[in-house]
């Protein structure tokens, strides 16, 4: 029996680190009262003597030697265990917390009744529920009735036939339910703990409860949400859970959260608590399954299991109810139909023989063989095998489906809401746009996304502005462009050389590259490490194995930048600008400001860096003053590479932190894929609405939506601006640009109107998560017609707009790869994974897999879903002639007292040997591009239309016809031998 946890993760964040140790320390069992429940007494009331004090004795201090091991069984009993799937039954008798960690080996016997427990049991439940099915029972009815009156060939044939397309879909359906199962995979099995003052390591993390001191280090995965208390540079990986792509850090201090209350009921008191903190601003909590990048801390359990944030999606998921398909619905409704008419029929038939006389046992026969002959036998077959045949067909699109009914349903998708991060782009940072004071009216730009500089390729060019080279989503450049290149012969070249060497001299992260440019081994943040391939990209090689590093102030969030101070290992700086810098001598005196001629290398934010620079770099690499009005030119450019949606830093290096020379700013972005605004623009065209949902921030998700083509259609991604005619061959004799400019001429670098234009075009367009939270669950499918960007969402958001499209009646497909897209992924109409990029969570939980994590291949799979559903309804017409000419032909030979043309044994061999091989041919037939481009049909669309019954009516009707007369003529040539035969 768990307690109510009394504080909300607002109260956790806005405690101080002694806080926070007295807060948890006072969840100590209390003899009278058994757990102190109420947020609302004070720190006062718990240590100093109020009436609910402890005893001085019992206060834990969790900050020096964390939790007691006596207090560890009650409080597990309390709060529950640190596990996913909420069990804690098997550490209720394990009172020696400190005792190593031992199992008994399983037997023989355990592990075969584990196997058919996880296994046998889950796959049989699933089969039981597949022969609910109503057609599936309709046919069971009709073997039922062939094996009562003897004809145990057409039960047994039936029975086979049905047992296999269950089986398949069973199989099918308990393979999709192992998310959960990837889901606790991420949760480390062990940690290292502080118990009874001393630690221990390869603690199991499932024995973590409320209050336990946790020591993290590089490379470790967070065992639960944990409020950090101190740490040094410590930097998590959250994008599995967040979709933020960078890493995050995380600190000690207390957070101030300014919101509304709710009104919520604590141990019998009402009271009030602030409403939840989204994750990205939780930068003092650590949550489970998040991996520490770099840096070390401390933290306090403040959830375990379900309470944690994968806890919840793990709930959310098993509470998900998997969505019948649109076509497993149609064929349902098919059933029924099929059931209620045929059934109506026969009986009607069937007192027409008894009143004309028939014998009964002969009419029974008869009512059997058109239950049989009304029954298409052969769709569950024909189904079956066209969606295996497209699942093949999509493996070949490097499209994995997991479910046979997925790829149809993609057929009649009509909204497509794509996660950011890893979907529509690479989740490789990249740099796009660099700008130097040496040059104002010009930018310059790296081609090519990605880490792969061999597969994207990669050169420096110039470029007018830091838009120009993001119109197009894989940043090349055409033909035309290349005699913009920037190489070493340019005289742009020293500058771009001092920006390049001096950031990646200031980088901690190691890529390893071949002969051939590929790119091999990375380790290191993605902006480093994109810094490091920017520099490759531009041929200018790394320094670093040239200086030897002195010192290193590594980046913090006051600060805001990163300093390291290296010298020349031969004494010999790698490129101009170093020389010159080291050689500068202190003012109004001839000794040097770094007599070894070691400098100061620097990266932060532009703000930060421009306030310490005294000079810029020149064209020839020299240190010139930086007036104010280069810092007003750079600090514009910072703004508007910021309102490109690129991650803007400022570089700088000098003989010391006082005499810095800034050397320019860089903007990074996470690219779009190549392809993905053509693969939107193709979905628009055949009535698909792509949807942006993401946790980053609104400047940087718009700026994507723009470059994919997701909000200003192909405009938006396909805009160019005016080329610059610029050459590699500037004489000697050009003077470079200088800061002598007025005023007026300022105004060309503020801001980019383009962009205020766009905010205020746009951004009726985007929703944030905290105005989702805002708008009520009743009216949210109405408030978010017309929206196609969704930033700073949570997973909770994800699922909420899932099921606000689905009331809408739209057929969704939701597209994402970590751990917080997989509850909308299981609760979408079509649920598709990345396969590289993915988590596992997200992959086990969705219904397709991109084994390529290519956003295209949804346009092949879309295609696909619209040629299986046309090709089914082929062989329906062709199925439904055969049962329609069936029907006919008893109710016409009953009413001219005629004998049954057919038994129940021709009509089984008819509807499943003749007439099912080329039932089935209709079913693979390719389809007309036509219909792979035609909007997506309506889910609530029958099956069966009015031009299928018309061609199946009046192909029944030649086939009846045809038939009768044949079956008359050979019906009267036997009578008339019999006439002669008798004396």
């Known amino acids: 029996m768990t307690t109510n946890y009394p504080y909300s993760r607002s109260d956790e964040c806005s405690w101080e680190p002694e806080e926070a140790a007295r807060r948890l320390g006072s969840l100590l069992p209390n003899p009278t009262r058994g757990l102190h429940e109420d947020p609302l007494v004070s720190d006062s009331a718990l240590n100093d003597g109020g009436p609910h004090a402890l005893p001085s004795a019992k206060r834990p201090n969790l900050l020096t030697r964390g939790r007691s091991s006596a207090e560890i069984s009650s409080l597990r009993r309390a709060f529950g265990s640190n596990s996913l799937h909420g069990s804690n039954s098997h550490h209720d008798d394990d009172d020696d917390e400190t005792a190593p960690h031992r199992r008994a080996p399983p037997s023989l016997y355990r592990?075969?009744?584990?196997?058919?427990?996880?296994?046998?049991?889950?796959?049989?439940?699933?089969?039981?529920?597949?022969?609910?099915?109503?057609?599936?029972?309709?046919?069971?009815?009709?073997?039922?009735?062939?094996?009562?009156?003897?004809?145990?060939?057409?039960?047994?044939?039936?029975?086979?036939?049905?047992?296999?397309?269950?089986?398949?879909?069973?199989?099918?359906?308990?393979?999709?339910?192992?998310?959960?199962?990837?889901?606790?995979?991420?949760?480390?099995?062990?940690?290292?703990?502080?118990?009874?003052?001393?630690?221990?390591?390869?603690f199991p993390a499932e024995k973590l409860v409320m209050g336990d001191l946790v020591v993290l280090s590089t490379g470790d995965r967070v065992p639960a949400d944990v409020r950090v208390i101190d740490g040094v540079e410590m930097m998590v990986d959250e994008s599995s859970l967040t979709g933020e792509n960078s890493p995050v850090g995380k600190t000690g201090g207390a957070l101030s959260f300014v919101g509304g209350t709710a009104s919520v009921d604590v141990g019998g008191r009402?009271?009030?608590?602030?409403?939840?903190?989204?994750?990205?601003?939780?930068?003092?909590?650590?949550?489970?399954?998040?991996?520490?990048?770099?840096?070390?801390?401390?933290?306090?359990?403040?959830?375990?299991?379900?309470?944690?944030?994968?806890?919840?999606?793990?709930?959310?998921?098993?509470?998900?109810?998997?969505?019948?398909?649109?076509?497993?619905?149609?064929?349902?409704?098919?059933?029924?139909?099929?059931?209620?008419?045929?059934?109506?029929?026969?009986?009607?038939?069937?007192?027409?023989?008894?009143?004309?006389?028939?014998?009964?046992?002969?009419?029974?026969?008869?009512?059997?063989?058109?239950?049989?002959?009304?029954?298409?036998?052969?769709?569950?077959?024909?189904?079956?095998?066209?969606?295996?045949?497209?699942?093949?067909?999509?493996?070949?699109?490097?499209?994995?489906?997991?479910?046979l009914p997925a790829v149809e349903t993609l057929g009649c998708a009509t909204v497509v809401c794509s996660d950011k991060t890893g979907t529509l782009t690479q989740n490789e940072m990249t740099v796009r746009s660099m700008y130097t004071l040496a040059f104002p009216s010009l930018n310059f730009g790296l081609t090519g996304v990605g880490y792969d500089v061999k597969k994207s390729g990669g050169y420096m060019v110039r470029t007018k502005s830091c838009e120009e080279l993001s119109q197009r989503g894989d940043g090349k450049i055409s033909d035309e462009r290349k005699a913009r290149e920037v190489t070493p012969r340019c005289m742009e070249f020293n500058a771009l050389s001092a920006l390049f060497g001096t950031a990646s001299i200031c980088n901690n992260a190691s890529v390893t590259f071949y002969e051939d440019r590929s790119q091999g081994s990375i380790v290191g943040q993605p902006t480093e490490v994109a810094l490091l391939i920017g520099a490759h990209k531009a041929n200018i090689p790394d320094p670093r194995a040239m200086y030897h590093r002195i010192q290193e102030i590594p980046f913090s969030s006051d600060r805001k930048r990163m300093e390291v101070k290296c010298r020349p290992v031969g004494g010999a700086h790698t490129c101009t600008a170093f020389t010159l810098s080291a050689r500068r001598h202190k003012p109004n005196n001839t000794d040097l400001i770094s007599p070894d001629g070691s400098l100061y290398?620097?990266?932060?934010?532009?703000?930060?860096?421009?306030?310490?620079?005294?000079?810029?770099?020149?064209?020839?690499?020299?240190?010139?003053?930086?007036?104010?009005?280069?810092?007003?030119?750079?600090?514009?450019?910072?703004?508007?590479?910021?309102?490109?949606?690129?991650?803007?830093?400022?570089?700088?290096?000098?003989?010391?932190?006082?005499?810095?020379?800034?050397?320019?700013?860089?903007?990074?972005?996470?690219?779009?894929?190549?392809?993905?605004?053509?693969?939107?623009?193709?979905?628009?065209?055949?009535?698909?609405?792509?949807?942006?949902?993401?946790?980053?921030?609104?400047?940087?998700?718009?700026?994507?939506?723009?470059?994919?083509?997701?909000?200003?259609?192909?405009?938006?991604?396909?805009?160019?601006?005016?080329?610059?005619?610029?050459?590699?061959?500037?004489?000697?004799?050009?003077?470079?640009?200088?800061?002598?400019?007025?005023?007026?001429?300022?105004?060309?670098?503020?801001?980019?109107?383009?962009?205020?234009?766009?905010?205020?075009?746009?951004?009726?367009?985007?929703?944030?998560?905290?105005?989702?939270?805002?708008?009520?669950?009743?009216?949210?499918?109405?408030?978010?017609?017309?929206?196609?960007?969704?930033?700073?969402?949570?997973?909770?958001?994800?699922?909420?707009?899932?099921?606000?499209?689905?009331?809408?009646?739209?057929?969704?497909?939701?597209?994402?790869?970590?751990?917080?897209?997989?509850?909308?992924?299981?609760?979408?109409?079509?649920?598709?994974?990345?396969g590289k990029g993915g988590t596992d969570v997200a992959k086990e939980a969705a219904d397709v897999v991109l084994a390529d994590d290519d956003f295209t291949t949804i346009t092949h799979a879309i295609a696909e879903g619209k040629g299986i559903f046309f090709n089914i309804r082929n062989f329906l017409a062709f199925q439904l002639s055969t049962s329609f000419a069936a029907l006919a032909m008893e109710s016409v030979a009953t009413a001219c007292r005629l004998p049954s043309p057919l038994n129940a044994m021709q009509i089984l061999w008819i509807n499943i040997i003749m007439d099912g091989p080329p039932a089935q041919s209709l079913g693979v037939e390719p389809v007309d591009e036509r219909i792979l481009n035609a909007q997506p049909r309506k889910a609530t669309d029958s099956i069966i239309t009015r031009a299928l019954l018309t061609r199946a009516i009046s192909s029944a009707a030649l086939i009846m016809f045809l038939t009768l007369k044949v079956f008359a003529h050979e019906l009267g040539e036997l009578i008339e031998r019999f006439e002669i035969a008798r004396p």
């Not at 009709?142 to 036939?161: E, H, T």
């Not at 770099?294 to 375990?304: D, E």
């Not at 139909?337 to 046992?361: D, E, K, N, Q």
């Open 601 to 834: 290398f620097v990266k932060g934010m532009p703000e930060a860096i421009l306030g310490e620079c005294k000079t810029h770099t020149a064209a020839d690499g020299s240190a010139v003053a930086l007036t104010e009005i280069g810092k007003t030119r750079a600090l514009s450019q910072s703004r508007r590479m910021a309102a490109c949606g690129l991650r803007v830093l400022a570089i700088a290096y000098g003989p010391s932190l006082d005499e810095l020379t800034f050397a320019g700013i860089v903007g990074l972005e996470d690219p779009p894929r190549e392809g993905v605004p053509q693969s939107v623009a193709n979905l628009e065209k055949s009535g698909v609405k792509t949807i942006m949902v993401t946790g980053d921030s609104k400047e940087t998700a718009l700026a994507i939506a723009r470059r994919c083509g997701i909000i200003g259609g192909s405009k938006a991604s396909s805009r160019s601006t005016d080329s610059i005619n610029a050459s590699c061959d500037m004489g000697a004799s050009k003077k470079p640009p200088t800061d002598d400019v007025s005023d007026d001429d300022l105004s060309e670098y503020d801001l980019s109107s383009h962009n205020l234009l766009d905010d205020m075009e746009y951004g009726s367009l985007a929703l944030s998560g905290s105005q989702l939270d805002a708008i009520g669950a009743n009216n949210l499918a109405d408030s978010i017609i017309g929206v196609k960007v969704f930033y700073r969402v949570a997973p909770r958001h994800k699922l909420a707009l899932v099921r606000a499209f689905q009331k809408r009646g739209e057929v969704v497909a939701m597209t994402g790869d970590g751990v917080n897209d997989a509850t909308a992924l299981k609760a979408a109409d079509i649920g598709i994974a990345m």
């Open 270 to 403: 009402s009271g009030s608590l602030a409403p939840p903190m989204p994750l990205t601003e939780q930068t003092n909590v650590a949550f489970m399954g998040t991996l520490v990048v770099s840096g070390r801390g401390r933290g306090l359990v403040i959830a375990v299991g379900e309470r944690t944030e994968f806890g919840k999606v793990a709930k959310e998921l098993s509470e998900v109810e998997t969505r019948k398909s649109p076509l497993q619905l149609k064929i349902d409704e098919l059933g029924r139909t099929l059931a209620y008419v045929s059934s109506a029929g026969i009986f009607v038939m069937a007192v027409m023989g008894y009143l004309l006389g028939r014998p009964f046992l002969e009419t029974v026969t008869v009512a059997v063989s058109l239950a049989v002959a009304a029954i298409p036998e052969g769709l569950p077959i024909c189904v079956t095998v066209t969606l295996a045949l497209g699942v093949v067909r999509m493996a070949s699109h490097a499209a994995i489906v997991k479910k």
């Open 111 to 202: 592990s075969l009744r584990k196997q058919t427990t996880d296994i046998f049991l889950p796959v049989l439940h699933a089969f039981s529920s597949q022969l609910k099915e109503p057609l599936i029972l309709m046919l069971l009815f009709s073997a039922g009735l062939s094996l009562f009156l003897g004809n145990a060939a057409d039960a047994v044939s039936i029975a086979l036939a049905l047992s296999i397309v269950s089986l398949v879909a069973a199989i099918q359906e308990y393979r999709s339910e192992r998310a959960l199962e990837k889901l606790a995979d991420l949760v480390p099995p062990t940690c290292t703990v502080l118990r009874d003052g001393r630690a221990m390591d390869h």
